[in-house]
């Protein structure tokens, strides 16, 4: 009787949501949920992250809620990758080792799951100077731009391994930083001396640091990953021989990677347009070329070098 309802529902021309997901009409003929992160019924969420849907379907009125131990969590829905993307960014981080209940609510209904955060996001309590992160990004979540995830994640594993050097204890809500790169993945690996490192002052309110905004690049396997007004951001677990985890976010200014990733000039912008609606922004010399770029749920291990100094 189930599908049979659903069926004159369709020939009626109604939508209707299942639980599961919501049937509408052609030209995109059946909703469904593909992901959900953090993934229903999971124990190690990242207390920093955004919780999404990705819908078969576009879902442009869509919103989302979260409650916790203290009831519902303030925060605000976004719509993106043409309406096939909903997500929920919370106005502050996450309680750590606490339960969640995420809640999408379409014009046709309602999709609820659970999750739970890591221990991540308790203050530190060993000595922060000198300690470091090796943050890995290759198994982060590419959210902006929509569509490149396949491409990116083997260039950033390929290429992209930064470490994020703490100088120093940190004093009235600020702490030296320096960051680098290893030579690779492995987070036993030394100091990848062909880049350069940064000193800067990164905001800190115990455990969570902010960096940015800052240009930076990094050689990847066949192109320059170029970003403009980057932030890094993140936790440090609280004792010294973890790491912690984090976000990259940034304007890429895809030019560099059109050759690689695309097949000319141009088509990265066009790509870009094709997946989500919206094309390439004006990059700081005025050429629209750049795309937001966001990398979240970056976990970090402890790196036990030192990083030195290295001029651009």
Not at 221 to 236: I, M, N, P, S, Y
């Amino acid at each position: 009787m189930r599908w049979l309802l659903a069926l004159l529902l369709l020939l009626l021309g109604c939508d209707r949501f299942d639980g599961e997901g919501v049937l509408v009409a052609p030209p995109c003929a059946e909703q469904s949920v593909e992901k959900l992160v953090p993934a229903k019924e999971s124990s190690d969420a990242w207390i920093g992250g955004l919780v999404w849907v990705d819908l078969a379907c576009p879902a442009p009125g869509a919103t989302m809620s979260l409650s916790g131990p203290a009831g519902a969590v303030a925060g605000s829905t976004f719509i993106a990758h043409g309406g096939r993307q909903i997500r929920f960014e919370p106005a502050t981080w996450l309680d750590p080792e606490a339960n969640y209940l995420a809640r999408l609510d379409t014009t046709d209904g309602y999709r609820e799951w659970d999750f739970r955060t890591s221990a991540l996001g308790a203050p530190v309590s060993a000595d922060l100077a000198e300690r470091a992160l090796a943050l890995h990004p290759a198994q982060g979540s590419v959210l902006d731009p929509p569509g490149f995830l396949e491409d990116l994640q083997p260039a950033l594993q390929a290429g992209l391994h930064p470490v994020i050097q703490f100088l120093d204890v940190p004093i009235e809500g600020a702490v030296n930083v320096r960051l680098g790169g290893r030579l690779d993945a492995r987070t036993t690996a030394e100091q990848d001396l062909a880049d350069r490192t940064w000193d800067l002052q990164a905001a800190w309110t115990n455990p969570v640091w902010a960096v940015g905004p800052i240009d930076v690049s990094w050689e990847l396997f066949d192109f320059t990953l170029v970003l403009e007004d980057a932030v890094f951001e993140g936790a440090v677990a609280a004792d010294a021989g973890s790491g912690g985890g984090g976000k990259l976010e940034g304007h890429w200014d895809t030019r560099p990677a059109d050759d690689s990733l695309g097949t000319g000039p141009g088509t990265l912008c066009e790509r870009a347009l094709t997946t989500s609606g919206t094309g390439c922004t004006p990059c700081r010399d005025g050429v629209e070329a750049c795309l937001p770029f966001s990398l979240r749920n970056v976990p970090a291990d402890a790196w036990g070098g030192l990083l030195q100094v290295v001029d651009p």
